[in-house]
């Protein structure tokens, strides 16, 4: 059975073509991750397939009654509830169906046989549906997904508004999780969940018997949940069976036959060309020459494997600093009330420290309280002398209005138009990207405009909140290979252990310094 069939789809964006003639079907049983570059279309994809855009050409097909719960990076948490209250509005079908059971019951009363019948078919129909959601046993079921993606630890009493970032997307994908969809979408579903929730989530997802589609550069999380992968480059998507490390493999083959196939073409085509320049002037060949032309012009060329712009960061390193870049002495995080305990410590020069720890404990918070743009609730911490950080924000929340460029340029008014270009170029983004309000951007893309405003300034000391964050895995690996190039002090903050783990001299368990209990 086919959950989802898109045929021969198109579609263009800002005079930018995203897909082309695309056709795709989603399988009972089928666990696709969606992968690509960044800015591929991915997201775009996806508001296709859920209405939210509407193709220039082609049909995009759901069968009747079915259920698609769908997680995008845009989503929003409505102000004034709490956690608990906003994961209860995942069974909301399920208390309309128990008011309409219960109004039943009233009815029945004053009714004759052949109604009394009908209603007792549908209060059955309704108690069968209930029993099979689990909607008897909600609280618990809320509990054990709220536990298994790390809202426990934050609790379920706790207002939404008082949130971070993190922690919304967390309480909207538990939400999600909760509806018990039939098709579930995903849109970077392990951004911002720690190691142990991301193996929770891949628990349930390897259980999930229905179908998901996952856009996904978290690869170790792919390879444990993907049983196929659509790759999507240059407008098309190609289908291939198994997780992916085996489409990588299958993918090299195919980019190496394609090549092979390609220069083959072009050698032939050399050597007819050469054969018709050469005769086509002289009457005894010029019909053999001819027969070559129509030979040539037959031929459906091979286009070359388009080559994607490669991303090259390079930070600049600044003046010495101080031995010491900042110093703690009993110092307590948070805003209203304690997040840790009283914690000292030392951030040595030139040392490369990574900070690990479930979301809520106050990772974030630890970086801006040393940066000192917030001050602790207690305890005293110290900068060093001759300090140049560059910080790294975890997420941008104002709509960005500006193009790239202008981004950049506004930051940078010294710098030549050229260099500006050059320098978002180097990021590995191409002239259309840069030219593109930032908003509009993928965030992969949107996240590369903010590393080379970065890279543009001297530092030495690099503080950095979640960077891998939707960026692909080309982007993810030359980021790495960056930062253990730099020559100067990192503290960085990330929730995926592959990333720091073989370069860091120290990882910091925020975990060792709560208040709250596990």
């Known amino acids: 059975m086919s959950f989802l069939t898109v045929s021969h789809v198109s579609h263009s964006f800002g005079g930018r ?11 009972k049983g089928e666990h696709i991750g969606l992968v690509g570059a960044n800015g591929e279309g991915k997201s775009t994809f996806f508001d296709l397939i859920t209405d ?6 082609g049909q995009i097909s759901w069968p009747s009654k079915i259920t698609v719960g769908y997680l995008d ?18 069974f909301d079908e399920d208390f309309a169906a128990e008011q309409e059971m219960l109004e039943l019951y009233d009815k029945m009363a004053e009714a004759d046989e052949g109604a009394m019948n009908k209603m007792l078919n549908r209060v059955g129909e309704i108690q069968s549906r209930l029993e099979h959601s689990g909607f008897y046993s909600l609280d618990s079921r809320i509990e054990e997904f709220a536990n298994g993606l790390g809202l426990g630890d934050i609790g379920l009493d706790k207002d939404v508004d008082q949130l971070s970032g ?22 970077e579903p392990t951004n911002y969940l720690d190691v142990e929730h991301i193996h929770w989530l891949i628990r ?25 992968i659509y790759h999507l480059e240059d407008c098309q998507l190609t289908r291939y069976t198994g997780n992916y490390d085996k489409f ?12 092979a196939a390609y220069d083959r073409q072009q050698q032939e085509v050399a050597r007819l060309e050469d054969f018709i320049a050469r005769n086509k002037a002289r009457v005894a060949t010029t019909g053999m020459a001819r027969s070559r032309q129509r030979k040539l012009d037959k031929m459906e060329l091979i286009e070359r494997p388009a080559e994607r712009p490669k991303p090259h960061f390079r930070f600049q390193p600044g003046r010495t600093p101080g031995r010491f870049l900042a110093e703690a002495e009993n110092l307590v995080l948070g805003y209203d009330a304690p997040l840790t305990r009283p914690v000292s410590f030392q951030l040595e020069r030139n040392k490369k420290v990574a900070v690990k720890g479930v979301n809520g404990l106050g990772k974030t918070t630890l970086l801006k309280t040393i940066l000192g743009e917030i001050k602790p609730l207690s305890g005293k911490i110290t900068q060093g002398d001759f300090l140049q950080p560059g910080y790294f924000a975890q997420e941008e ?12 340029w506004d930051e940078y008014p010294g710098l030549a138009n050229a260099e500006v270009r050059g320098a978002l170029a180097n990021c590995g983004l191409t002239t259309e990207h840069i030219t593109t309000k930032v908003f509009v951007l993928s965030g992969g893309e949107a996240a590369k405009v903010r590393l080379c405003k970065l890279m543009l300034r001297e530092v030495n000391w690099l503080v950095l909140d979640e960077p891998t964050n939707h960026l ?6 030359e980021l790495k290979k960056a930062l253990i190039e730099f020559k100067g002090s990192i503290l960085l903050v990330s929730h995926e252990p592959d990333f720091y783990e073989d370069w860091v001299d120290d990882i910091w368990n925020i975990e060792d310094w709560t208040t709250k209990e596990f």
């Open 52 to 57: 939210r855009l509407i193709p220039d050409d």
């Open 166 to 187: 993190g922690q919304r997307s967390k309480v909207l994908l538990t939400k999600l999780l909760l509806q018990d969809s039939e098709i579930l979408l995903l849109d």
């Open 472 to 477: 692909d895995a080309e982007a993810k690996a």
């Open 204 to 228: 349930f997802l390897q259980n999930y018997e229905n179908a998901f589609i996952l856009i996904s550069h978290d690869v170790p999380f792919l390879n444990e949940v993907a049983n196929v």
């Open 73 to 90: 990076q845009q989503s929003r948490l409505t102000k004034g509830k709490t956690i608990r209250e906003v994961l209860r509005t995942a």
């Open 17 to 27: 073509q995203i897909l082309e003639d695309v056709s795709f079907k989603l399988e």
């Open 248 to 259: 990588q493999e299958l993918y090299q083959i195919h980019k190496a036959q394609l090549e």
């Open 397 to 408: 929340r104002e709509k960005n209005e500006k193009t790239a460029l202008e981004d950049v």
